[in-house]
């Protein structure tokens, strides 16, 4: 069958966009996959924790103030520069990881400069493509955001961790130049244009809008939410997959090798929620509350499955599956949510805002997390992430009004 341009170029623009983001999601992924062998290599856990959550802290500041250039400044500028940015200073950090403060600067700019890239990425697509097929895009690249982690976990297997992130660097400079390439390109043959989308006014008096219109905007499209969801969804998607690895080591008593093979595994697995997540989502009439629902709800319960089972095989499986139902309430709100809000004209500055309250999320409980390892234990963190889980249940319900489907 013949394809129209149209669908053309959103199969082009996703490759590209979710070949780029697997590149991020490799070097993010990094310092998770190769925690155990720098605990074992005279590193703590609470050193290790305190860098992730300056990354965190960094990188959803970054994306505020990112995503709000995102909507101003074209893509191929925001994109490009933050992969090639964002590979120096991760290779940095592996330079100078004995040094504590040179360490944690280089690492929480890597964070910075990562954060150039989703928000102007979700604009370029979800303006430029039709509405079914942004999803489908958008679905590209946020599966390339949960495979990222399986490679990072094969690289940790098999070379030294100082190699991991030098190979994790040149996949970002090699992936600057290809966007920077293909967007040019894209932007020459009209497959890309810019400022189709005007912030949508909430009246009709043709003045200049205002800052408080850009929130009344917002909040009519329920952006309140969708924060709560993002702010959830952000502890478990990021914060505790950072420490599943740790956590197979520690509390299963395998191997920092074993637990990187298993980390790897078990990544793969999450890696394809976001295609369980769509089919479920269709299937139940693309009810985006309903699906939330059920996510959060099986979440809970594969994390009461964790804490009461303790054998290691299952308890794995059960781990995984309770990280996958969380992440399939996140790809609800990645790959559903923030491309519907393109009528407003604020796709970037919007994600940007969910992005920085997921990593403000994760970077506090990655704080707490690495202390709690230590002080409370293994078995009441599970407790905490199971209450998460039931507050994001409850977010959920109830439903007073029938709500817009969709696509």
Known sequence: MK??????????????????????????????????AMIEGGFTEEYIGQVSSLYFIFYAVGQLINGIIGDKIKARYMISLGLLLAGISNFVFSLVAQSPFAATAAYAMTGFFLAMIYGPMTKVVAENTEPIHAVRCSLGYTFSSFFGSPIAGVLAMFLAWQSVFAVSSAVLAIMAVIVFVCFLSFEKSGRIKYGQYKVVKTDESGEKVTFTEHICVLIEHRMIKFSLVSILTGIVRTSVVFWLPTYISQALDF????????????????????????FIYERLGRNIDVTLLLMFACSALFFAGVFFIKLPIINIILMVLAIMSANGAATMLWSVYCPSLRDTGMVSGATGFLDFLSYMAAATANILFANAVSEIGWNNLIIIWIGLMLLGTVLSLPFKRKEKREN
């Open 3 to 36: 394809l129209n341009e149209k669908t053309k170029t959103a199969i082009m623009l996703g490759t590209l966009c979710s070949v780029a983001y697997l590149g991020v999601y490799i070097a993010r992924n990094v310092l998770s996959a190769v925690t155990p």
């Open 255 to 278: 191997t920092a090798k074993e637990s990187a093979g298993i980390f790897t595994a078990a990544t793969l697995a999450i890696s394809f929620t976001t295609f369980i997540s769509i």
